[in-house]
């Protein structure tokens, strides 16, 4: 079965800390890759998505991921947190041609300390 | 332009009910997503719409039901409701259903099941 595996429930860092969050799935065939985040009391906003080539793929904010198909991974990374970067981050999968059945981790709650 | 509206915000029912939620995807997008989230399970497919035809549904029972109307506006329902179906329901909406095109969320729709 199609899967999203986000290996840390909460992170807490400080200010100017870097950041890796991890994120494998296992899905078969060729797969678009996907970062949400849910800031408290906002709707799901999309970070960064990887479709097709380059596969270190930049974000908005100063996030970015990189595929490696071979690790089936989609790491999410940023060198300089942020206070302001507090919120729930969501790796995410969907089949090519499928684009609403998305597969969601189980999220990553970060939190910054200032 | 305006986001992903999901009405009403929060409702509170009493098991056994049914209740409809709506969404109103962003305007020019055709393909219309539902998800269901909460603490124990995360985010979770439901199904998902294109061109007023469901194309994509989830593992869930079948009380749980939606359609899509021809301005691409769609609407959920859920009959009989269990106090299990409390959870925080998001819409979605992207252009198209399939392409390069990333799923919008909505603020969601709180249901309460007492």
């Known amino acids: 079965a199609q899967s999203v595996s986000q290996h840390n429930h909460h992170v807490i860092l400080s200010e100017a800390a870097s950041l890796e969050l991890g994120c494998n799935y296992s899905y078969g065939g060729t797969v678009n890759l996907f970062w949400y985040v849910q800031y408290p009391g906002q709707h799901l906003q999309l970070l960064l998505k990887y479709f097709s080539g380059d596969p270190l793929v930049k974000g908005i904010k100063g996030f970015e991921a990189e595929f490696i198909k071979s690790k089936f991974s989609f790491n999410l990374r940023k060198p300089s947190v942020q206070w302001s970067d507090t919120a729930e981050y969501f790796c995410?999968?969907?089949?090519?041609?499928?684009?609403?059945?998305?597969?969601f981790g189980k999220g990553t709650k970060l939190s910054v300390k200032p | 332009k305006a986001g992903v509206t999901q009405t009403p915000r929060y409702l509170i029912k009493t098991r056994g009910q049914q209740v409809t939620l709506s969404c109103s995807p962003i305007?020019?997008?055709?393909?219309v997503s539902w998800y269901q989230q909460t603490p124990g399970q995360g985010l979770q497919f439901l199904f998902e719409y294109f061109s007023e035809t469901q194309r994509n549904k989830g593992n869930f029972p079948g009380r749980f039901s939606g359609r899509q109307f021809s301005n691409s506006r769609s609407e959920m329902n859920v009959s009989t409701l269990e106090l299990g179906d409390s959870a925080l329901y998001l819409c979605?909406?992207?252009?198209?259903?399939?392409?390069?095109?990333?799923?919008?969320f909505g603020n969601g729709t709180r249901l309460t099941v007492t």
């Open positions: 979605a909406s992207s252009l198209a259903q399939s392409g390069n095109s990333p799923l919008h």
């Open positions: 995410a999968v969907n089949k090519r041609g499928s684009q609403g059945n998305l597969i």
């Open positions: 305007s020019g997008h055709r393909s």
